[in-house]
């Protein structure tokens, strides 16, 4: 079946530091990818997202490129603020569609002034 | 942008109580709702998906019968644990979306305790 593995954390950065969070993936054909923001208190948020090969999801600074060579989507972000505090979920989803998505365990960010 | 709002945030209760758990979309239609769980240190894991006006589609391994979900209209769904046990203690969430062509929007998720 479909599964995500991406670092436990957590990781702790100083405000202005490059950030890099490793997912890797396991589906078979071309699924959908994502990664989910929770910040403190509130829901899970969608940050950004690829549907196919070589596509680059950004926003707010963070960017993801899906790799299907090295099943890979790794969040980056070249210089990270303290309001980036959050807990960050790779996600994945059949192709074409947003239901039954997948899950990584999340990863602990936490940025020091 | 798409709320969705959950309650309660928290709950504490005997073993063999019942809870239910809200779940409303505030500002579109939501034609699917899912509830997931999560586990200490463990990833969301999708329990159920349920469509308006029809019954669940339960995850392998959870038992219907111990998690009640209901989906009587198009902007709230609930779930209910019937007969708690400290097991059954987790963080649970749940989304929604208008159509299987729209992003899944979550609730801010309820931290569940059993004594």
């Known amino acids: 079946g479909n599964s995500v593995t991406q670092m436990e954390g957590p990781v702790t950065l100083s405000e202005e530091a490059f950030l890099t969070i490793n997912c890797t993936y396991t589906?078979?054909?071309?699924?959908?990818l994502f990664w989910y923001v929770q910040y403190p208190g509130e829901g899970l948020q969608l940050l950004l997202k690829?549907?196919?090969?070589?596509d680059k999801g950004s926003n707010k600074g963070f960017e993801a490129t899906y790799r299907k060579e090295t099943t890979s989507f790794h969040l980056e972000k070249g210089s990270v603020q303290v309001s980036d505090s959050a807990v960050y979920f790779c996600?994945?989803?059949?192709?074409?569609?947003?239901?039954?998505?997948?899950f990584g365990i999340g990863t602990k960010l936490q940025v020091i002034p | 942008g798409a709320v969705v709002s959950q309650h309660p945030s928290r709950v504490i209760c005997k073993s063999g109580t019942s809870v239910k758990i809200e779940c409303r979309s505030l500002?579109?239609?939501?034609?699917?709702m899912f509830w997931y769980r999560q586990f200490p240190k463990k990833s969301l894991m999708l329990m159920a998906t349920?469509?308006?006006?029809?019954?669940?589609?339960?995850e392998q391994g959870v038992e219907k019968d111990k998690f009640l979900i209901n989906h009587a209209s198009l902007t709230l769904s609930t779930l209910t644990v019937t007969s708690a046990h400290p097991e059954d203690s987790s963080f649970y969430i749940c989304?929604?979306?208008?159509?299987?062509?729209?992003?899944?929007?979550f609730g801010d998720g309820t931290r569940l305790s059993i004594l």
């Open positions: 989304s929604a979306q208008d159509g299987n062509d729209q992003p899944q929007h």
């Open positions: 589906a078979t054909g071309y699924p959908s």
């Open positions: 690829a549907t196919k090969a070589d």
């Open positions: 996600a994945l989803s059949a192709p074409g569609g947003y239901q039954k998505v997948t």
């Open positions: 500002d579109f239609q939501a034609t699917t």
């Open positions: 349920s469509n308006e006006g029809s019954k669940a589609t339960y």
